[in-house]
């Protein structure tokens, strides 16, 4: 006599529920990362569709986007260690 396998049908929701636990954080990440930048193309686009115009909005995205890129220059490991001799 054969045994039959029962399915396992929590083993494939467990799995489901981390890949969307894993896409969900990737996503605040960006969301934290680009957050004014996202924020005032979606302003933006808003108003483009309301009928009005949306390059008060188109404007604050860019300063946004310029405004991360230069704290994403600023972070870094690149002086990690210029304060080690100071803590001495």
């Known amino acids: 006599m054969q045994k039959t396998r029962t399915p396992q049908r929590g083993q494939g929701m467990t799995e489901y529920i981390i890949i969307v636990a894993l896409i969900a954080v990737a996503a605040i990440a960006v969301y934290q990362f680009f957050g004014q930048t996202i ?3 979606m302003s933006a686009i808003a108003n483009e569709v309301g009928g009005n ?7 604050a995205a860019a300063s946004a986007a310029a405004k991360t890129d230069a704290e994403q220059a600023a972070k870094g490991l690149a002086k990690y260690a210029d304060g080690a001799d100071k803590a001495k």
């Open 53 to 59: 115009s949306g390059a008060s909005a188109m404007s």
């Open 39 to 41: 924020r005032s193309q």
